[in-house]
């Protein structure tokens, strides 16, 4: 048994070993200075090269031109506006409303330091609410995708030219769909608290609304709409995160006893890991959330949050729910990984402001205690991997640094801009654009990819989507991320 115990012991000092051997790998690799002022901007700018609808006359990213006006025509609603999810031209509700859930975080809990960037944070949640407002105004519905995904994928096509069916998927009270209508609800209350006024009591009023409808009416919009959300943004982790998700904004905004007791009483029921985050799973983001409203050092959002710490950090013994390349980026299963660096870097960010405002540290066992200043140094370390402080010197942000990817999976991008080839290009005729090896003809400035695989190695290809497609819901959190960064350099 000794010995068992011994040879135990052996593989977690080596394992934490392996872990501080990469963080710091990358920390001499990080030496160079990032501009992260420049970062934030153009990790904004890069939602309006996302923009569905109207483009407004302030438009930054000029190339990119109105698209899809007729939305919800097929079911006589203004469908009109919102976000294209990536690389194609379809407005799946579910991750674009956790985006502007992110966007409204990040503003909620670094508004001080975006500086001259909060117009651009603001506008860009905005463009988000709007649509969502659209979204919930039937009663008794909630959109959940608009655009047939079969035939967006099937064309290269630019959104500007888009003729596949632009056909609209709406949950309802018979065919419920609660992960996206929570999500909603949620992105509504968030974005609540970060307007003033009449804008800001009409999201309020309508996330109430929009929450009720998910939580009484229960089914997942895989069973409903399905043909539209799998195998795109099937839902994995079922439900309940999003309504406790949803109950915690809407308790932070309202500060309504039903929302908080709603959160207590459902967390028993939520099951799943509490170390995942992003648009399917919110476990780790709820615990971090509540974490700030509680203030209780026996509280389980507590305890949840200083469990996601110590199985990310490497030095930490406790079992992991990352691991790490040999340049010290973090990983989880699955591809576009670098949506887990970004929404985990988030969270650490704004619970080392937790943990620094209660006087508090993480104690994961066999004496390792991390600070809130270890936090900050270790999401430094993955900003900067991704900015481009790594083995291949590459920038994950197109735009930034002198070297970054050229080739990514993205139809706007790629395809020549209205201005360059003002006639339509047919479905099929953006193929030979996809296929030719050049670089893209618009530059999308500020699209965060997919991210490097495990080894650290990355191809600068449109055929490796899961490497070289960007997401809006990779640059979300960033951006809260990047602005607390800018505020300390």
């Avoid at 407004?56 to 009109?80: E, F, I, Y």
């Avoid at 001080?112 to 603001?122: C, I, K, Q, R, T």
């Avoid at 999201?203 to 539209?228: C, M, P, Q, T």
């Amino acid at each position: 048994m000794l010995r068992r115990n011994l040879q135990h012991q052996l593989r977690l000092l080596i394992l934490a070993a392996l872990g501080v051997l990469a963080i710091a790998t990358l920390a001499r690799s990080a030496t160079p200075s990032h501009n992260y002022a420049d970062a934030l901007s153009k990790s904004i700018l890069f939602l309006e090269g996302q923009r569905s609808g109207p483009v407004p006359r302030t438009q930054r990213v000029t190339w990119r031109k109105d698209s899809a006006l007729h939305d919800g025509n097929d079911v006589h609603m203004d469908l009109v506006g919102g976000y294209y999810d990536a690389g194609d031209n379809v407005k799946f509700n579910f991750p674009l409303a956790f985006t502007t859930t992110m966007l409204s975080w990040s503003v909620l809990e670094f508004r001080g330091s975006m500086g001259s960037e909060l117009p651009h944070a603001l506008e860009a949640i905005r463009w988000g609410t709007d649509y969502l407002l659209k979204s919930t105004d039937a009663s008794g519905s909630v959109v959940g995708v608009v655009g047939d995904p079969i035939g967006d994928h099937t064309c290269w096509q630019r959104p500007e030219d888009m003729d596949t069916p632009r056909t609209s998927y709406i949950v309802t009270r018979e065919k419920p769909g609660t992960e996206v209508s929570a999500e909603t609800a949620a992105a509504l209350a968030a974005s609540s608290m970060v307007f003033r006024g009449r804008y800001s009591a009409r999201l309020l009023d309508r996330a109430k609304v929009v929450f009720e409808f998910a939580d009484k009416y229960r089914g997942s919009y895989n069973d409903s709409i399905g043909e539209a959300a799998c195998p795109f943004y099937c839902d994995f982790n079922g439900y309940m995160d999003e309504l406790i998700w949803g109950a915690s904004w809407l308790y932070k905004a309202t500060k309504d006893p039903y929302y908080w007791t709603y959160v207590k009483q459902n967390m028993p029921n939520l099951g799943g890991s509490v170390t995942e985050f992003g648009w399917d799973a919110k476990h780790a983001g709820i615990n971090i959330l509540v974490s700030k409203m509680v203030n209780i050092d026996d509280s389980p959002f507590i305890t949840n949050s200083d469990q996601l710490v110590c199985s990310i950090l490497p030095e930490s013994p406790a079992p992991k729910s990352v691991t790490y390349s040999p340049g010290g980026l973090l990983f989880k299963p699955g591809g576009s990984n670098l949506q887990h660096a970004t929404s985990l870097s988030f969270l650490l960010t704004a619970y080392a402001n937790y943990m620094k405002a209660a006087d508090k540290v993480v104690n994961c066992g066999n004496n390792v205690v991390i600070t809130p200043s270890r936090l900050i140094n270790f999401t430094k370390g993955q900003v900067d991997y991704i900015l481009g402080s790594n083995p291949l010197g590459m920038s994950y942000m197109v735009g930034y640094g002198s070297k970054f990817p050229k080739r990514i999976h993205h139809r706007a991008s790629v395809l020549p801009s209205m201005d360059q080839h003002p006639a339509q290009i047919e479905c099929h005729a953006g193929t030979p654009y996809f296929e030719t090896q050049a670089p893209n003809q618009n530059l999308l400035i500020g699209a965060i990819v997919g991210g490097p695989a495990e080894n650290d190695s990355f191809e600068d290809s449109r055929y490796n989507v899961p490497q070289s497609e960007p997401t809006t819901y990779i640059n979300a959190p960033f951006v809260g991320v990047l602005a607390h960064f800018k505020s300390l350099s």
